[in-house]
């Protein structure tokens, strides 16, 4: 019969954490840990070795601080408010607030955040705190404006919803711009592969079962002592894509662990550190604790698709993502991280200093964390219009045999910008604008092959009208013609048949 | 030998001159070019010339008898190593490979390679990258 989930069979936490007490418990952080297993073996390994501890430090947008202010004279129920201009959740007790990570400032936008904020608290800098109310009998005050430091706050407790991802897609660009996201910079034509996460010392790989983290796993959160309150939002175990909700004492964590972050033309977040110290009580977990970068692999998503479902490229393990070479469509591409592997190691490192000096104990969950959880996407259940429903169809367009003069009769009969050049099956093969038209005659050009432009920017009638709007503002242009899969041209839609979808 | 960076600004009555090549066949220097764009106003080139003393005199006079604008470019990008968390965001976007990730994982930025085109200024999460 298959051993149960979480089952003690080569150690408990009680013997481990006897070991700890005495000094003799072995600890190895992962990376220590896989190069082990290759030279010792894997039987010998989980025999001698009571500990891995992991570490990882990237950006987790899924982090932020419940915060409470005490009580002020007359005293207020705050209704909104703002820490640094960065408002704050207040839809809860009269002086309590929650600060989420991506929250932006209303004064300094992508510059400054809720991170930021939060990493401020940590390094005791004094904070502007300013509070409206609509005043009650109870709560006569009606606004607030004061300083405050991390020390005058009764509570500040960092609660992170989601946070240590398992593993990551890698994010490469195939447009022909480059592209600010979450995954960093992306240069045009899969000019770099950016990717996230530790690999081989990532928390959650290292126990991808999840028979030893849950609901009160001790961990290191921000430079100090955590605990794992259960799975994280979006938790999606059986594909690797875990999470964890965890919290921690905001007042003993460290600025060094905790900060904040821009991600240019995205917004902003919270770099957070996280260890977790995985106890092999039994075999199956050695076997995960022992997984090399080797054999961790993750999607190479192509990031240029503004779409939920973003193809993937292909396979790639985290040993070639940390080679700073990846192979795309036969091209070799430089690959560099967005999360740090330097502190991921410092953090794996101070986590087993810990507890080989004693001063961590190893906690038994008092549940484990799912390792099942089905995730489902957001269906949009309110019609939303498409190309389809604004678009032109009735197609006036050019062909390539047309002389300037021709061109420009179609354009004024038909009170048109944009015109669209075929072939004999009606392909598209340019297009020129009434612009193009007078500038061609100012210079002294004859014929429409010169003046059109051949690399044609188009949409598809099933497209998303703010897929198109952001497509036709990004390439400065004021309309494009609508393609089928063969690129025969259906139809054009402009700036002006998407204002009207407005007005009505 | 020290390369050198220039700066070429030509103005829209030179940008259809072969300046350049003229300048390498006359110096024999090879000028190598790391950053060109034109604007309907102006053209604009960051090249890296191998040369120094008389030589890199007779480079840059011969942009300038042809009325190119010559700018030396002197290395103007910080990297704060007290900020940065060795994350890796400014390495791979970096268009010249200058900024690398040593085995510990620490930045390396070579100032030579760089063009300044400030694509790493934008991509530190932290800040850490800042023109001087």
């Given amino acids: 019969m298959a051993e149960q989930v979480g089952a003690e069979s080569l150690r408990s936490y009680e013997a481990i954490n006897a ?79 929650y600060l989420g990570a991506t929250a932006m400032s209303e004064t300094r936008g992508f510059d400054y955040g809720g991170g930021h904020v939060i990493q401020e608290l940590t390094e005791r800098k004094e904070v502007e705190l300013r509070a409206e109310a609509y005043g009650t009998d109870c709560y006569p005050r009606k606004s607030i404006e004061t300083t405050i430091t991390i020390d005058d706050l009764n509570q500040a407790i960092l609660v992170n919803p989601r946070n240590a991802y398992e593993r990551y897609n890698a994010a490469t660009n195939s447009t022909d711009r480059v592209l600010y996201t979450y995954m960093g910079t992306l240069l045009p ?136 070479k990846v192979s795309v469509n036969d091209k070799s591409v430089n690959a560099s991280p967005l999360s740090s592997y330097k502190y991921a190691r410092e953090i794996a490192e101070v986590l087993k200093q810990w507890i080989q000096e004693g001063s961590f104990l190893l906690s038994r969950p008092a549940e484990l964390v799912p390792n099942y959880r089905e995730v489902k996407p957001l269906e949009t259940r309110k019609y939303e219009p498409r190309v389809r429903d ?112 407005f007005k009505r | 030998m020290t390369d050198l960076k220039l700066k070429l600004v030509y103005r829209h009555e030179t940008t259809s001159k072969p300046i350049l090549s003229e300048t390498v066949l006359k110096t024999r220097i090879p000028i190598n070019i790391l950053d060109a764009k034109v604007t309907p106003s102006a053209g604009e080139m960051i090249v890296d010339v191998p040369a120094s003393g008389d030589k890199l005199k007779e480079v840059i006079s011969s942009f300038q008898v042809s009325a190119v ?48 085109c400030g694509i790493c200024v934008d991509a530190c999460p932290v800040k850490a990258i800042a023109f001087l």
Avoid at chain 1, 231 to 251: A, S, W, Y
Avoid at chain 1, 491 to 501: E, N, R, S, W
Avoid at chain 2, 74 to 81: A, G, I, S, V, Y
């Fill in chain 1, 189 to 324: 034509n899969f000019g770099n592969v950016t990717y996230s996460g530790a690999g081989q010392l990532s928390p959650l790989y290292k126990d991808k079962s999840f028979e030893t983290i849950g609901i009160g796993t001790r961990i290191f959160l921000g430079g100090a002592v955590g605990y794992v309150i259960g799975e994280g939002t979006q938790h999606c175990p059986q594909n690797q894509f875990g999470t964890i909700m965890v919290r921690g004492d905001l007042k003993k964590m460290k600025p060094k662990y905790l900060q904040g972050a821009t991600f240019h033309g995205y917004g902003t977040t919270l770099y957070v550190g996280v260890g977790i110290p995985i106890p092999l009580i039994n075999e199956r977990v050695a076997e995960t604790a022992s997984v090399p970068d080797e054999k961790i692999v993750t999607d190479l998503v192509d990031y240029g698709v503004p779409s939920r479902n973003r193809p993937s490229l292909r396979k790639v393990t985290y040993a070639e993502l940390k080679s700073g």
């Fill in chain 2, 69 to 116: 604008i010559v700018k030396e470019i002197t290395p103007t990008l910080e990297f704060d190593l007290d900020k940065c968390t060795s994350c890796g965001a400014c390495v791979s976007p970096c268009p010249v490979q200058c900024i690398k990730q040593k085995k510990d994982w620490t930045i390396e930025f070579d100032e030579v390679k760089c063009v300044q």
């Fill in chain 1, 19 to 97: 070991k700890i007490k005495k000094g003799n418990a072995v600890v190895l952080t992962a990376e220590e840990f896989v190069g082990y297993v290759e030279s010792h073996g894997m039987k010998a390994a989980m025999r001698e070795v009571d500990v891995v501890t992991t570490g990882t430090f990237g950006a987790m947008c899924g982090s932020g601080a419940f915060l409470n202010f005490g009580h002020s004279e007359p005293p207020i129920k705050m209704f909104r408010c703002w820490l640094n201009d960065v408002p704050a959740y207040k839809g809860i007790a009269a002086v309590d607030a």
């Fill in chain 1, 390 to 501: 604004v678009m032109t169809s009735k197609i006036i367009a050019a062909k390539i045999s047309y002389d300037l003069k021709s061109a420009a009769n179609l354009l004024v009969e038909h009170n048109i910008d944009h015109l669209p050049i075929t072939d004999e099956e009606n392909r598209l093969i340019g297009i020129v604008t009434s612009w193009d038209i007078a500038k061609a005659v100012a210079e002294g050009k004859k014929n429409l092959s010169e003046v059109m432009t051949k690399k044609v920017i188009t949409a598809r009638e099933g497209d998303a009208i703010d897929i198109v709007s952001r497509r036709l503002s990004q390439y400065n242009i004021s309309g494009m013609p609508v393609v089928d899969d063969g690129n025969h041209v259906i139809g054009m839609v402009t700036t002006d048949d998407i204002a009207k979808l």
